[in-house]
């Protein structure tokens, strides 16, 4: 801990996390993770190595993210950072039970002051910590301590890095908590804030854009303005850019744009009491020299004083329904999660399901009100009595997966679209009840994302969808085969001879993915093709054709080896792919219906089903014992411990 400011610092006041000023994860987590990667984090340059997590512990950490960009559809390479810790402390939490901050800080006050994010905030509140002895207590406590307390690793990495750096020593070299720039005018106290939040956005500090000057233009873009968020033409002028680099350089942005609690100037105070008196639009000296006044919305009035970490209820008037909602410690924005959550994560959800977890939720506030505050947010009222919620990233997971299929397919029919999206909905989301097809079809028509023409849909603007592991191979080798039709055992062939990674393609996805994946569906006699693929007959029995040259037959035969059982074998397709292996009828007497486990080496890998006279079950062991078909395999069946062994021979 310093009292002195780095030198290209931006403001006197100490940085937050995100900061490029300021490593992003604590010092001491660079020794404690030396071989840990950043999982989903991709080079700019194939011959790259991993971005490793102790980089991220350094000063410089924005010079090693500048050569990394996300893999899949997450956009900030932080939120990656986040997941990989937590998947790690999950697995091996002894490796960050370490101490962040050693000095006693006893005696410190004002630690509620910390400009922690509004979500830290939340979970503190929700643990009864928001308070100085409670964050003592945490910032006293070790990494592993706090995040069994705050449940979110996002917050306690604010927690920790945001505390260390706004704890200083000051006089005698006791630990206080730096003081905050003081403003002398609404426009100082506007760009002060712009500039704030501009420095938790990861921007490298060597970068041309981190002067006072152009960084305005990154808290204004957000909305960190008296006028509302800026376009990017405006935005291009502030930086001195063009709009495209603009969009470029927004969207390599490493930490996401997060509103924190700052402490309220008189000037952000007399805004908020402007707006709880219900002004629609006010009259502000931006400048105590100035002779002029400016009007200001009052939208852009709610928006700028928001990035104080305050509530709509701390500006809003309280005979509104977001008020009465205050009154009993709800917002809007708890009922939309609530809502959704009912979906199951789908976005369509049945009024009356809402409306009983919410009574359930939040009991024993009036149904009354929250059934005003469900009708209030919701997106699109639709038939059977069906509401539509957007999850906190603006979108659902019908959204994303209608997504995905349209910008692969392009336009495509409607039916075809909602078996898709059922199919996968079936596997992702196994609790969820699926809408009706009429249901599916009003939101289509109505959402301004999607055009819907008669019995068609498309995507108003298609994403980039990074198909890759093993439903890319899946869709490439689709796409490969004649009529895009291929015959089931055919591709599963072909993922035993094919290597991903170093690795053989997973047989078990590609079974899941070939019925369950909104790209893929089944056709005709056992085959596969592309979602928005409608192949006729003949190409069909010209894939089924083809697939029989790969089919090989199981073969069998069984011996007694003292008080066990040997069955040596042939593989054939049905026993690797399927798992199906038919016994001869004298086993089937004696072990019929038995649950016999099933084991390869000293693994377990499930239990013998029984249909008759074939068993069920064999596929998982037959991959783990790299068994192909053609391959001899040995089975021992053990009546006393009630065990199946399986072994490879030769």
């Not at 410190?108 to 922690?116: K, M, N, Q, T, Y």
């Not at 002028?237 to 700052?262: H, S, Y």
């Not at 329904?321 to 939309?336: D, F, P, V, Y």
């Amino acid at each position: 801990m310093s009292s002195q400011k780095p030198d290209n610092a931006l403001l006197a006041e100490p940085p937050c996390w995100g900061s490029g000023e300021i490593p992003l994860l604590p010092v001491e987590a660079a020794r404690r993770l030396k071989s840990a990667e950043v999982y989903g984090s991709k080079g700019l340059r194939a011959a790259r190595p991993p971005l490793m997590l102790s980089s991220l512990a350094s000063i410089d950490w924005t010079s090693h993210v500048a050569l990394y960009e996300c893999e899949g559809e997450e956009k900030y390479l932080s939120d990656l950072v986040v997941d990989s810790l937590r998947i790690r402390m999950e697995r091996w939490p002894l490796s960050f039970n370490f101490v962040v901050i050693p000095d006693q800080l006893e005696g410190v006050e004002r630690l509620s002051c910390i400009p922690f994010l509004v979500d830290t905030v939340g979970r503190l509140g929700e643990i009864g910590k928001f308070n100085d002895s409670g964050i003592r207590q945490l910032l006293s406590s070790t990494f592993i301590e706090a995040f069994e307390l705050l449940g979110d690793v996002r917050a306690v990495l604010d927690l920790f890095v945001t505390g260390q750096s706004w704890l200083i020593r000051g006089r005698g070299g006791r630990l206080e908590i730096a003081r905050f720039v003081e403003t002398m005018n609404l426009a100082e106290e506007a760009n002060l804030m712009a500039l704030r939040y501009a420095r938790t956005l990861g921007v490298s500090p060597t970068s041309k854009y981190y002067s006072k000057e152009k960084a305005l233009g990154y808290g204004r873009r957000f909305g960190v303005s008296l006028h509302g968020e800026v376009t990017l033409a405006e935005c291009a002028e502030d930086l001195g850019v063009t709009r495209e680099r603009v969009r470029q350089i927004f969207e390599r942005l490493p930490v996401r744009f997060a509103r924190r609690q700052w402490p309220m100037s008189e000037w952000a105070s007399g805004i908020q009491a402007h707006l709880l008196e219900g002004h629609q639009q006010e009259n502000f000296r931006l400048a105590a020299v100035a002779r002029r006044t400016e009007s200001l919305k009052r939208k852009d009035m709610e928006q700028f004083i928001s990035m104080y970490g305050l509530a709509p209820t701390s500006y809003r008037p309280n005979n509104n329904l977001e008020g009465r909602l205050a009154e009993h410690r709800l917002t809007l924005q708890k009922i939309e999660l609530e809502c959704y959550r009912a979906s199951e994560s789908l976005g369509f959800v049945h009024e009356s399901t809402a409306l009983d977890r919410l009574a359930e939720v939040f009991a024993p506030v009036d149904t009354t009100l929250l059934n005003e505050a469900m009708r209030a947010i919701h997106r699109f009222e639709l038939p059977n009595g069906y509401l539509y919620f957007d999850g906190s990233a603006g979108s659902s997971y019908f959204f994303g997966a209608a997504s995905r299929v349209l910008s692969f397919t392009g336009s495509t029919q409607m039916e075809e679209l909602y078996q898709a999206a059922a199919r996968h909905a079936q596997y992702r989301l196994p609790h969820c009840v699926f809408p009706p097809r009429n249901v599916v079809r009003s939101f289509l028509a109505q959402d301004p994302r999607f055009v819907v023409d008669d019995d068609s849909v498309d995507i108003a603007n298609p994403i980039n969808v990074g198909l890759d592991g093993v439903a890319g191979w899946m869709y490439s080798t689709i796409s490969e085969a004649p009529g895009r039709v291929i015959y089931r055992p055919e591709l599963l062939d072909k993922a035993r001879r094919t290597r991903l990674n170093g690795r053989p393609v997973n047989g078990s996805s590609v079974q899941v993915f070939m019925i369950r994946h909104e790209l893929f569906k089944t056709c005709g006699r056992n085959c596969v093709t592309l979602t928005g693929v409608f192949p006729s007959d003949q190409v069909i029995e010209m894939a089924h054709a083809r697939g029989q040259a790969v089919r090989v037959v199981t073969e069998a035969t069984w011996k007694p080896r003292g008080n066990k059982f040997v069955i040596e074998l042939i593989a054939g397709t049905d026993l690797c792919d399927g798992g199906l292996l038919i016994l001869d009828r004298s086993l089937v007497a004696m072990f019929g219906g038995r649950r016999l486990k099933i084991m390869v080496s000293r693994s377990h890998h499930g239990h013998v089903g029984w249909s008759t006279g074939t068993t069920t079950g064999w596929s998982t062991a037959m991959r783990r014992a790299e068994v192909a078909p053609g391959d001899r395999v040995e089975i021992t069946i053990d009546a006393a411990s009630d065990t199946a062994r399986v072994k490879k021979i030769g």
